[in-house]
């Protein structure tokens, strides 16, 4: 009954009912051996089943609905005597109701019993067989009449409700299709705006590197080129010597240069205590700082790539803003560990006194350590000087290089 109109709803029942109080009316104009009071009842019963049973839900309560209501139907034959007419009519209507209300194969068994109870209660009245043959026959030909309707008629209520499944499945494709259309759109514009990120990321790593590198040993060319006249003037050897230096430190900037270029990936002499030591050899020579490191809390060398170039980058921009600013004469590296940190401390007898201005090389000095999940500092010494402190993450780094490796 869901989605009927009231319209349609009470039209289907009031056609048989219609059929039920005409058929009633004939019935009882005819003098007959049953008895009209209870002829009227039968038809009275019939007829609020029709009512009554379109609000029935379940199977087993409508079965047992019509199971009364034939045995009702076999009472009132056996007792109408030889006019049998109304019983065979309310037999007929029950099974094409059946055929309409019923489950198709619960309906077919219920016609079954029908038409068997019909054949017993008309060989018990000593009805012919051309009468039995032809009740059978009509009821056989009602049954699959009525139930082909049933049949025609799910089966477009089936097509119906597919077509408006289709429909909807339709506008959700549709929608759907234009959701996707907006993600691809979307997608695209994400993919422009990180690769454009990725190129400004690159851009400031390689001026980072070059800042780091190149600047470092561009400064150590001026310093000796600085001190070139008076060695001139002392010593022809130790000029000699220093132009070989400085030649030396050019030829690596040219090298730097085409490295950053290129991008040829890190270095991988910049790994572990030896690229330290190297740098602070080169800057002790170059520029006469003279520089110590302290390893006695280090209880471990071996360092991922991405802390050994921090290190190494960080130790090289701090050394280069020494020479150039700090005006110090000795500057100090110490390096140590625990379970899962890297710490490096770096100090100066310079000028420093509390006012620092933060350049393109402190910030990028701030950035490495960031990048790689450390933190910088920097504070004043006393009397004067300036103190840098690195910590590195080891575990996570540790951890992050063996899925790397995996």
Not at 87 to 113: E, G, H, W
Not at 136 to 149: K, P, R
Request: aromatic fraction near 8%; charge should be neutral.
């Amino acid at each position: 009954m869901n989605g009927q109109t009231p319209a349609r709803h009470y039209y289907k029942k009031l056609v048989p009912s219609l059929i039920l109080i005409l058929n009633c009316i004939q019935f009882l104009s005819h003098p007959a051996k049953a008895d009209p009071i209870l002829l009227a009842f039968v038809f009275a019963v019939y007829l609020a089943f029709i009512w009554i049973i379109p609000y029935v839900v379940s199977t087993a309560v409508s079965l047992s609905i019509f199971i009364g209501l034939w045995l009702l139907t076999d009472f009132f034959w056996a007792v109408s005597g030889q006019e049998q007419g109304a019983a065979y009519f309310l037999i007929v209507f029950l099974m094409i109701y059946a055929a309409f209300r019923l489950p198709s194969r619960l309906s077919l068994i219920f016609t079954a019993c029908l038409i068997g109870g019909n054949i017993l209660l008309l060989s018990s009245q000593g009805g012919s067989l051309n009468t039995i043959f032809s009740n059978i026959s009509i009821m056989i030909g009602l049954y699959v009449f009525f139930s082909s309707m049933r049949f025609r008629r799910e089966a477009r209520r089936e097509a119906e409700r597919n077509h408006a499944e289709l429909a909807k499945m339709h506008v959700q494709l549709e929608h759907a299709h234009k959701e996707l259309q907006k993600a691809h759109a979307e997608l695209q514009e994400a993919s422009v705006l990180s690769l454009r990120y990725a190129v400004l990321e690159e851009r400031t790593r390689i001026a980072r590197d070059i800042h780091d590198s190149i600047g470092h040993e561009l400064t150590s060319v001026i310093v000796q080129l600085q001190s070139l006249p008076y060695i001139l003037k002392s010593s022809k050897e130790d000029s000699e010597k220093v132009i070989q230096n400085v030649l030396s430190v050019a030829r690596e900037c040219l090298q730097e240069v085409r490295s950053v270029v290129h991008q040829m990936g890190r270095s991988e002499s910049m790994v572990g205590l030896t690229a330290l030591r190297g740098l602070i050899h080169q800057v002790e020579e170059r520029s006469g700082l003279h520089v110590s490191l302290d390893t006695a809390g280090l209880s471990e060398e071996s360092w991922p790539p991405n802390v050994s170039e921090t290190i190494y980058r960080i130790l090289q921009e701090a050394l280069t803003n020494i020479i150039r600013h700090a005006d110090a004469s000795h500057a100090a590296a110490v390096i140590s560990n625990d379970k899962s940190h890297l710490y490096v401390t770096i100090t100066d007898d310079g000028q420093f006194t509390g006012s620092l201005t933060y350049g393109f090389g402190l910030t990028g000095m701030k950035e490495r350590a960031e990048k790689a999940g450390g933190s910088l500092t920097f504070s004043a010494v006393q009397p004067s000087g300036l103190k840098i402190e690195l910590s590195l993450p080891l575990m996570t780094t540790h951890k992050e290089q063996k899925d790397e490796q995996k």
